[in-house]
T-cell receptor, first 113, second 113 residues
Framework: DVKVTQSSRYLVKRTGEKVFLECVQD?????MFWYRQDPGLGLRLIYF???????EKGDIPEGYSVSREKKERFSLILESASTNQTSMYLC????????????FGPGTRLTVL | GENVEQHPSTLSVQEGDSAVIKCTYS??????FPWYKQELGKRPQLIID?????GEKKDQRIAVTLNKTAKHFSLHITETQPEDSAVYFC????????????FGKGTTLSVSS
């Protein structure tokens, strides 16, 4: 079974703090993704990575950055957290190849006060 | 940019009825169209997908149809059961390999017994 884990289920931070969300997958997948999920807005792609040290912007990259130093780990960074970044953040991974299922992590609910 | 519109946003049916969710996409290069189901408090999971060279695909009570000319695709659930109650997301690929996806905003399906 593919396992995608995220470092925290719930996180509370203050405005202006630097926030790190970690995602780890154990299936040697090349591709990893970060989404945010908000009621009525669905899943919006923030960034994705198709290899170590590679990254691509998704739909809503503003205010976020990412890091992929190891194949199994993909980090989402909020340089200076703001209240409008309060959301559920979901990580996903898929292997190399075409048209594969994305395996999602359990999500991190981030609240920025 | 690329966009996926999903309708309706909420759908209530009686057990045993059929349910249809419709999506349209904007990028004519999209070639992969998965559907994900997210039960309350859980992570999204793939339930069915279709590729651009196929018009219809069926898996037991679930079917998906694709009209590439009109850039429409639909999810059909027959003989609905209470355990079908969930949020359903359609998605369209934004790269050739189908690894990066743009999701619709979701449809909350409620099946009452």
């Amino acid at each position: 079974d593919v396992k995608v884990t995220q470092s925290s289920r719930y996180l509370v931070k203050r405005t202006g703090e630097k926030v790190f969300l970690e995602c780890v997958q154990d299936m040697d997948h090349e591709n990893m993704f970060w989404y945010r999920q908000d009621p009525g807005l669905g899943l919006r792609l923030i960034y994705f990575s198709y290899d170590v040290k590679m990254k691509e912007k998704g739909d809503i990259p503003e205010g976020y950055s990412v890091s992929r130093e190891k194949k199994e780990r993909f980090s989402l960074i909020l340089e200076s957290a703001s209240t409008n970044q309060t959301s559920m953040y979901l990580c996903a991974s898929i292997p190399r190849g075409v048209w594969n299922e994305q395996f999602f992590g359990p999500g991190t609910r981030l609240t920025v006060l | 940019g690329e966009n996926v519109e999903q309708h309706p946003s909420t759908l209530s049916v009686q057990e045993g009825d059929s349910a249809v969710i419709k999506c349209t996409y904007s990028d004519s290069a999209s070639n992969y169209f998965p559907w994900y189901k997210q039960e309350l408090g859980k992570r999204p999971q793939l339930i069915i997908d279709i590729r651009s060279n196929v018009g219809e695909k069926k898996d037991q009570r679930i079917a998906v149809t694709l009209n590439k000319t009109a850039k429409h695709f639909s999810l059909h659930i027959t003989e609905t059961q209470p355990e079908d109650s969930a949020v359903y997301f359609c998605a369209a690929s934004i790269n050739q390999a189908g690894t990066a996806l743009i999701f619709g905003k979701g449809t909350t399906l409620s099946v009452s017994s």
